[in-house]
């Protein structure tokens, strides 16, 4: 393609604005579009973790089971409202199907090269740009109150090994030592060295920043309502202010991109996997390395000024309503696992859509109706941490130029 072309980027999450970024490096114009502000969602109100070892996605039996069997109790870790569950079943059907090992795999060797190439890239990133986000890396700690379930992570350990990927095996006296916070009951821990950490919303507006010193166009609250085309390419899209023509599109539009099944021409199993995060001003007795409390499902990230817990998974539609119950399970198991007080100095409350994927891949390939056009979408809870990678891939299918990760797990006919 004549590298002086034109791009639209439709969704301003982590995804679309990495994309647009190296867009920018191949010599395109852009110009991105939300329909919400720039950096909103699901991108901005995570824990910012950077985690090269979640590799494997959460397709298993027992995910399976606990689903249906936590859907009554409101403040479990994994929530299925009842409601929803018929706009679920063919959905869980394909994650069922991927349970089996051979996919299990095939999931995480497309998770990894993203995870380790993100990992590569993003320090390159905030140096090259002087990037303020407060990034760190610091390690990261999976904390057990069970030892049975401590024990048991050690076949995960194994499974990882594989992708040159290790962790240190602490008991509760060495995991304390490293983490003072923890509290007497924990069981023990498992370390990972190669985990950073940032400061999400630092990000998307320093992202900002640099793409717009460098030209491009960003338009907020301004939704996408459909496309024009002709001859099986995209020519324009319609929002709500005005018709954007362009060479060339990026569907990034996270938990809603099944909204644009019908005009993509292909079904897009996209379920919004809602969470939820409660960011504190900076705490007495926090964990001063980010913490992932296994049994609960919540994760403690610190900052220099404030801190963050998030977690829990809530299959309920677009709901964006706030669940008190679920926000507070969240210091439940923050003092669970730790000798911290009831957190005070709540700064924010928030929720979220993660664009979750049957088999824990996101889709990142050419549309099948409009040939013009690249879907990026369903990055599951990863989002911050392939960001680079998969904006830099998805730069490289629209450019036409040789990938630097294999493309063929993100196809989306895989």
């Not at 490293?178 to 069981?187: A, F, N, R, T, V």
């Amino acid at each position: 393609m004549n590298k002086s072309q034109h791009a639209i980027v439709v969704g301003g999450g982590v995804i679309g604005g990495f994309t647009a970024y190296y867009l920018l490096d191949r010599g395109w114009s852009v110009t991105v579009v939300d329909k919400d502000r720039f950096g909103e969602g699901a991108s901005e109100g995570n824990c910012g973790l950077v985690v090269p070892n979640h590799i494997l996605p959460l397709n298993s039996l027992e995910t399976l089971i606990n689903g249906f069997i936590w859907m009554f109790k409101k403040d479990a870790p994994l929530y299925i409202r009842p409601g929803y569950l018929p706009q679920l079943i063919s959905w869980f059907g394909q994650f069922a199907s991927n349970i089996r090992t051979k996919s299990i795999l095939a999931s995480a060797e497309g998770r990894h090269a993203l995870l380790q190439s993100s990992f590569d890239l993003f320090p390159e990133f905030v140096k090259a740009e002087n990037v303020a986000c407060d990034w760190t890396l610091g390690g990261s700690l999976h904390v057990y109150k069970s030892k049975k379930s401590w024990q048991a992570y050690g076949k995960t350990d194994n499974s990882l090994r594989q992708f040159n990927i290790q962790a240190e095996c602490l008991q509760k006296h060495a995991a304390r030592k490293l983490e003072p916070s923890l509290g007497d009951d924990i069981c023990g821990a498992w370390l990972y060295r190669q985990t950073a950490h940032l400061r999400p919303e630092l990000l998307l507006a320093e992202l900002r920043r640099i793409l717009e010193n460098r030209g491009a166009r960003i338009l907020d609250h301004c939704p996408v309502r459909s496309f024009k085309s002709q001859n099986g390419r995209a020519t324009a899209v319609q929002t709500d202010r005005e018709i954007l023509t362009a060479d060339a599109f990026v569907l990034s539009t996270g938990a809603w991109t099944p909204a644009f099944a019908q005009i993509m021409g292909s079904r897009i199993p996209i379920q919004p996997g809602k969470g939820y995060s409660i960011t504190l001003k900076p705490q007495p007795v926090f964990p001063k390395i980010p913490c992932f409390f296994e049994e609960l499902r919540v994760v403690s990230t610190p900052w220099p000024d404030a801190c963050r817990l998030g977690g829990t998974m809530e299959f309920s539609g677009l709901d964006s309503s706030l669940n008190q119950g679920r926000l507070s399970a969240l210091t439940v198991g923050l003092r669970h696992y730790t000798t911290s007080p009831q957190p005070n100095g709540i700064r924010d409350e928030w929720c979220g859509f993660r664009p979750m994927t049957p088999d824990g891949l996101p889709f990142m390939d050419w549309s099948p109706r409009l040939q013009n056009v690249v879907i990026a979408a369903g990055h599951n809870m990863i989002g911050v941490s392939v960001a680079p990678a998969s904006g830099k891939l998805v730069a490289e299918i629209l450019d036409h130029s040789r990938p630097h990760i294999d493309p063929n797990p993100y196809r989306l006919n895989r």
